[in-house]
Nanobody, 125 residues
């Protein structure tokens, strides 16, 4: 069983920054494509970013491109989401997810096999 634990959420003003972390259990972290998703109140879960197994390829939603950066440290079994120039519309619960079967980056939530419990990010105006 793979366990994912997010941290780093909080309250920040518009224009501020936060860095989310997601620690993943197990010894096969480097085999997983990792993704970040978010869900705002009353809205469906949406894709934010994904990163390949080795970290060389990334994929972003248009809404965060140029502001957010996904990275990973396979020695530490951790994936990160650096969020800059935050906006009130970025307010949501942020989830990390692991895709264990394929190598291609995907924005489709149903293709991810394991999920964290989420961390709240609130951006005040």
């Amino acid at each position: 069983q793979v366990q994912l634990v997010e941290s780093g959420g909080g309250l920040v003003q518009t224009g501020g920054s936060l860095r989310l972390s997601c620690a993943v259990s197990g010894r096969t972290f480097s085999r997983y494509v990792m993704g970040w998703f978010r869900q705002a109140p009353g809205k469906e879960r949406e894709f934010v970013a994904a990163i390949s197994r080795g970290g060389s390829n990334t994929y972003y939603a248009d809404s965060v491109k140029g502001r957010f950066t996904v990275s990973r440290d396979n020695d530490k079994n951790t994936v990160y989401l650096q969020m800059n120039s935050l906006k009130p519309e970025d307010t949501a619960v942020y989830y990390c997810a692991a895709e264990t079967s394929f190598t291609q980056l995907t924005s489709r939530a149903r293709e991810y096999d394991y999920w964290g419990q989420g961390t709240q990010v609130t951006v005040s105006s």
